[in-house]
């Protein structure tokens, strides 16, 4: 299994990004997807994820209203729509796939345990 994630970079504050996530090696719409990120020195925290149809999103409170995210399961991929960037928002971004068509879950997984699988990684940073 991999998943590529990327288009990461650097932005002014107030800019947008978009980043992507490539996944291969797996049925792509039989897994929920997810962005996570961690900042220098910080846990890794969910930041949005999106049901295997793409009818069910979820979002981290600091992010509610500035990120979109959404999946084309036709190219096996997964976006996240960043706008209004901060400063806050510098991190390197993951993305994770939930196999939650074999484990039965019924809702968007928000914490790191519940992805089984993870990218390497996108640096995104926000000056100010």
């Known amino acids: 299994v991999q998943l590529q994630a990327c288009r990461g970079g650097l932005v002014q504050a107030g800019g947008s990004l978009r980043l992507s996530c490539a996944a291969s090696?797996?049925?792509?719409?039989?897994?929920?997807m997810g962005w996570f990120r961690q900042a220098p020195g910080k846990e890794r925290e969910f930041v949005s994820g999106?049901?295997?149809?793409?009818?069910?999103?979820a979002y981290a409170d600091s992010v509610k209203g500035r990120f979109t995210i959404s999946r084309d399961n036709a190219r096996d991929t997964v976006y996240l729509q960043m706008n209004s960037l901060k400063p806050e928002d510098t991190a390197l971004y993951y993305c994770?796939?939930?196999?939650?068509?074999?484990?039965?879950?019924?809702?968007?997984?928000?914490?790191?345990?519940?992805?089984?699988?993870w990218g390497q990684g996108t640096l995104v940073t926000v000056s100010s």
């Open positions: 994770a796939a939930d196999r939650s068509l074999y484990n039965g879950r019924t809702y968007v997984a928000g914490a790191v345990h519940e992805y089984e699988y």
């Open positions: 090696g797996l049925t792509f719409r039989y897994y929920d």
């Open positions: 999106i049901s295997r149809s793409g009818g069910s999103t």
